[in-house]
């Protein structure tokens, strides 16, 4: 079962703009991710938030935690053509014990153009 | 250090047959496991493993086996392709299996169609 689900599923904004993905999960969580997969390759983890944190940056991303809403949000500032690509988030719920096993959500797939 | 490297890139297979797909790090890394992806799904966790020796069963297990004999290596075997089985599988590591949270390295995938 998805645990997170992305929202929205395709965004397209100009090169510049901010772009904000949100995510919801089900469950209690010991921390969310974020990663990206740009088309045919692997999954690039960019920032983890824990459980006890709102909000964190990393360069050009933010991205913040709200526990009680069981959701969280990714923003891109200025973003470039090379942002292109899907972004999903990941949860690590607090059930499972820990070990690092992650609930992936759908993704949302972001086009930036020039 | 070369991260998680898998292979093959790609394979086809006919329904029935069986192989294993190979995936390594070099990190030194606890923590593996092994995700499949289709279309408009997401990742889902197949097996993984917190260490040598120990393995245990993820969200979609069925038709798949795993082993961790070194901390290295994490193949995962499917005993007799069906075409449901058709996807992208990666391979994922990470330091931490203890819970806290960590940065998983994901390797670039291995593309399986099942005919």
């Known amino acids: 079962s998805q645990q997170g689900e992305e929202d929205p599923q395709a965004l397209s904004i100009q090169e510049g703009e901010n772009a904000t993905m949100n995510c919801s999960y089900k469950t209690s969580i010991n921390n969310l991710q974020w990663y990206r997969q740009n088309s045919g390759r692997g999954l690039v983890h960019l920032i983890l938030i824990r459980s006890n944190e709102r909000e964190k940056h990393s360069g050009r991303l933010r991205v913040t935690l709200d526990t009680s809403k069981k959701s969280s949000s990714l923003l891109i500032t200025a973003s470039r053509a090379a942002d292109t690509a899907s972004y999903f988030c990941?949860?690590?719920?607090?059930?499972?014990?820990?070990?690092?096993?992650?609930?992936f959500g759908t993704g949302t797939q972001l086009k930036v153009e020039l | 250090n070369a991260g998680v490297t898998q292979t093959p890139k790609f394979q086809v297979l006919k329904t029935g047959q069986s192989m294993t797909l190979q995936c390594a790090q070099d990190m030194n890394h606890e923590y593996m496991s092994w995700y499949r992806q289709d279309p408009g799904m997401g990742l889902r966790l197949i097996h993984y493993?917190?260490?040598?020796?120990?393995?245990d069963q993820g969200e979609v297990p069925n038709g798949y086996n795993v082993s961790r004999s070194t901390t290295e290596d994490f193949p995962l075997r499917l005993l007799s392709a069906a075409p449901s089985q058709t996807s992208v599988y990666f391979c994922?590591?990470?330091?931490?299996?203890?819970?806290?949270?960590?940065?998983?390295?994901f390797g670039p995938g291995t593309r399986l169609t099942v005919l």
């Open positions: 994922a590591s990470s330091y931490s299996n203890q819970g806290a949270g960590d940065t998983q390295y």
């Open positions: 493993s917190v260490g040598a020796g120990i393995t």
């Open positions: 990941a949860t690590d719920p607090l059930l499972t014990g820990g070990g690092n096993k992650l609930t």
